[in-house]
């Protein structure tokens, strides 16, 4: 008995002394930092009259120890709260609406908040162990897992030992086959894993919805998380569409960010993003097949980064997003 508290003892001293090394490496870690005030403005146009039933969605800025979010206002004629996505812990902003819109078809929604973005590498964050993995090791309805996608994942990673050399063998794999392209909105953009490795060609979507069908085909839990990219040679401006990328867990190490896309378009930065992002993005939401609670639709978002709205029970497209930032 007095050795098996001896050995809990022991087990405790370890473990407080591994926390207090994570500390103080992060701590003593140099990380780049930005700061910027965002605007978001969402128009929603030709509204009917007959309106009794209106529900808008929109994501709600991540705050984690690598981005904090302050000073965040919302006008909106609508009433709103903020509830949360039960699979993978997304606030959303929930709005509604149930009677009719006075005198104007057109209704304007208004964000804004400021961001202290860090930049995102080692040491990665131990003291809160993921406790729910099984749903990043699970298909997704474009990011299966079985067949094909396995198969390949395994050719890849042939005589790789560590989980470590296996993911750094999928996204070197991609980089080297893929080939970043807007130009076909029928494959680019959509983040069908099958549809990508058919055409070789995509976008951050699609680079990281194969990466994440690959590395979970291998029992490597990885997810995927989205934003937007503030260009890091401007002041200020306007967004011009979404980022995303992935992450994947080891035991040991945490989550581990991969930036497939943007290595590719900057060969020179190749080794960096495997393991780190950098401090010029905004991070919104995380995971695929998003359900919105209230939601009419039976089909679950593929992803979520732009507003949805349904009128009348019945999703509703008419709608303008634009993305400002400023440098703080």
């Known amino acids: 008995m007095k050795r098996i508290h001896l050995l809990i003892t022991i087990l405790i001293i370890i473990y407080i002394g591994v926390l207090a090394l994570i500390k103080r490496l992060e701590a003593s870690a140099v990380y780049n930092e930005r700061a910027f005030f965002v605007e978001e403005r969402i128009v929603l146009k030709d509204l009917p009259r007959d309106i009794n039933n209106l529900r808008i969605w929109m994501p709600y800025p991540v705050s984690d120890r690598w981005q904090k979010v302050s000073d965040f206002t919302l006008e909106s004629p609508f009433d709103y709260s903020v509830i949360v996505d039960k699979t993978y812990g997304n606030r959303i ?15 304007e929604i208004m964000i804004s908040f400021k961001v202290k973005r860090k930049e995102y590498g080692l040491p990665f964050d131990l003291s809160r162990p993921e406790k729910n993995l099984s749903r990043f090791l699970k298909p997704n309805r474009l990011v299966p897992v079985n067949g094909r996608i396995k198969a390949l994942a395994l050719e890849i990673t042939q005589g790789k030992k560590t989980d470590l050399e296996k993911t750094r063998a999928i996204y070197d794999y991609i980089i080297d086959k893929l080939t970043y392209s807007k130009d076909d909105p029928k494959v680019c953009g959509i983040g069908d894993s099958l549809l990508t490795l058919q055409y070789l060609k995509g976008i951050c979507t699609d680079y990281h919805s194969l990466f994440i069908s ?13 934003g937007f990219p503030i260009p890091a ?22 989550w581990i960010p991969v930036d497939i896309s943007e290595a590719d378009k900057h060969p020179e930065k190749r080794s960096y993003f495997f393991g780190h992002i950098d401090e010029h993005r ?34 509703f497209n008419d709608i303008d997003a634009e993305v400002r930032f400023k440098n703080l």
């Open 282 to 315: 905004i991070h919104f939401t995380s995971g695929r097949d998003i359900n919105l609670e209230y939601a009419k639709s039976l089909q679950p978002l593929n992803f979520f980064i732009y507003p949805y709205a349904e009128l009348n029970g019945r999703q």
């Open 233 to 254: 040679d401007k002041e200020e401006g306007r967004i011009n569409g979404y980022h995303c990328w992935a992450k994947f867990y080891l035991k040991d190490k945490g």
């Open 214 to 226: 690959l590395a979970r085909s291998l029992g490597i839990p990885a997810k995927f998380e989205i």
């Open 93 to 107: 902003i929930y709005l509604k609406q149930d009677q009719n819109i006075p005198d104007e078809n057109t209704a």
